[in-house]
């Protein structure tokens, strides 16, 4: 931890009234995964009101630098991810999407604003280290991360990687302590089944594919539940197969998604998918996997930091437990193969407030998680 004295960083009524009106700005004008051409420039205006020391664009990203007090030590990377989803916008609110099909579903606008948040509040009282701002493309398409990573402009090591979710299963005040993994991996997985096409009033003269795909169903079924659990499980999520009543197709396909916590548990059920291009089914059959995004990590090394940090801002009531795994994916994880990673879950549900789930078009997070977020961020960074 920090050997400086620490500083429960506060927001001013000023910094907390810019933060909203960033906020209102994002959620009115989202932009998809590696579109998010005006969210960059709207980033990049607010931390030059700050301001920061330097500030770099990365393809639609943004890095901004707040250099520390004593730059002998490695540095720290708070994250926020700017894009926002296909969907169009249901929530009611004076100030929701003005964009057509595109709405900040996830909370996205809410993350880039704590990032922005602590830049405030960290620029103004620095920490030994430096710290780095990074907000960060495409979270959505699980490309984001990755880009960065191999952009050669992070450092190449530092003290810990710093991000965030609104929760909306958690109550506004509180906050997920929760040290190991914190949000699954996941993989897309296709399996196509090879027949021949006939007329459906001569099936002899073809070879459906769909009897040979049911059978495959079944034992991705039955795989899911022997190989798996509740943390470790295949979702089948497509089903298609032919065009017409009348016409037997020459191929069918399933497709869907592995979401694991263990990786022992994830080879299984791949090495179970691969295993059925040699089933004797009557039809060929091809598998294929793709990686999306692996498992997030908060490291056991920051595990007390995160707790004071959430102590300092909420009070000892405002950490709380994991209530059950989660089992979405996060392109964070990338961040957690090469650095030390927290990453907190923060609720957003007022007290006595509907559920309502992100990825829905009624989803919108309330401004007072704003300053949560922000302040969380900066108090962490400030006790590492």
């Known amino acids: 931890m920090s050997e400086s004295p620490l500083v429960n960083y506060q927001l001013t009524s000023q910094q907390t009234q810019q933060l909203i009106q960033l906020r209102q700005y994002l959620h009115e004008h989202p932009e998809l995964s590696n579109l998010e051409f005006q969210t960059q420039k709207a980033c990049i205006s607010a931390l030059e009101s700050i301001p920061v020391d330097d500030i770099q664009r990365i393809g639609t990203s943004v890095i901004a630098k707040i250099s520390g007090r004593n730059v002998s030590g490695d540095p720290i990377i708070i994250r926020g991810d700017i894009d926002a989803l296909p969907i169009q916008e249901a929530s009611g609110h004076p100030y929701q999407s003005r964009q057509s099909g595109v709405m900040h579903a996830c909370g996205h606008d809410i993350h880039t604003t704590w990032a922005i948040g602590a830049a405030h509040l960290l620029a103004k009282q620095r920490i030994d280290r430096d710290v780095y701002i990074l907000l960060q493309q495409a979270e959505e398409t699980a490309e984001g991360a990755t880009y960065l990573l191999n952009s050669g402009q992070l450092p190449k090591s530092c003290v810990a990687v710093i991000g965030g979710h609104v929760d909306p299963r958690y109550e506004l005040g509180q906050v997920v302590h929760h040290e190991g993994a914190i949000s699954s991996a996941s993989s897309r997985f296709e399996i196509e089944v090879l027949g021949k096409a006939a007329h459906a009033a001569r099936p002899e003269e073809g070879q459906s594919p769909i009897p040979a795909l049911v059978k495959i169903i079944q034992q991705l079924e039955t795989d899911s539940n022997q190989l798996g659990d509740a943390t470790n499980f295949i979702s089948i999520t497509q089903i298609n197969a032919g065009l017409k009543h009348n016409i037997i197709p020459d191929k069918a396909t399933v497709s869907g998604t592995l979401r694991c916590l263990s990786t022992q548990a994830e080879n299984q059920l791949k090495a179970a998918i691969s295993n059925y291009e040699q089933l004797d089914l009557g039809c060929a059959i091809y598998s294929s996997i793709t990686d999306m995004s692996p498992v997030l990590l908060n490291h056991a090394a920051l595990s007390a930091s995160a707790a004071q940090a959430i102590a ?25 193969q090469h650095y030390p990673t927290w990453y907190f879950r923060i609720g957003s549900t007022a007290k006595g407030a509907p559920f309502v789930p992100v990825h829905t078009p009624e989803f919108f997070a309330p401004e007072a998680v704003i300053e949560i977020g922000a302040r969380l961020f900066a108090n962490m960074a400030a006790i590492i």
């Open 312 to 336: 300092m801002t909420l009070g000892p009531s405002g950490r709380v437990p994991l209530h059950r795994p989660n089992m979405a994916s996060e392109d964070f994880g990338f961040y957690s």
